[in-house]
């Protein structure tokens, strides 16, 4: 069986990462958190639209506003239970390391930078955000940060 490959476009935002969309950037980094754990990825798409779309989580501030406990319900409605505690405490780590080191902006990353390899170090300083994430992200994102690759 081939694993399919869950892509910015499908969840609406092909447009935004060509462009290097702040907002856009963010959802596929959440996206890209979500898909990259060892979970069926109707599930993990499942999980993205209940927090983005049904919740508006489509900022870190707006995540980071979240208790521990509302995002563990959120994630269980998507059947995201295998790893619904940790995954919820990790994303409030993020958002709030984003917020507080790099003005809630993906972009503050990729500028404070000094190349891709840097951006990707930066990125792994994320709890939560390993090797299989950052590959998730950076296949769609690094075209709209650095103009392709």
Known sequence: MTEKRITAKQ??????LAGADEKALFKWLLASFLFGKPIQQA??????RILVEQHGMDTP???ARCSQLEL??????????????STADRLLK???KLLAEYDGRITTIHRQS?????????LL???GIGPKTLEIFMREAEAGLYGGA
């Open 11 to 16: 969840l609406g935002l092909a447009t935004g």
């Open 114 to 122: 000094t190349d891709l390899h840097d951006f990707a170090q930066r």
């Open 125 to 127: 300083a994320f709890e």
């Open 94 to 96: 993020l958002s709030r």
């Open 72 to 85: 563990v319900r959120l994630l269980g409605q998507a059947r995201y239970v295998r790893y619904d505690i």
């Open 43 to 48: 599930v993990a798409e499942r999980a993205y």
């Open 61 to 63: 501030a707006r995540l």
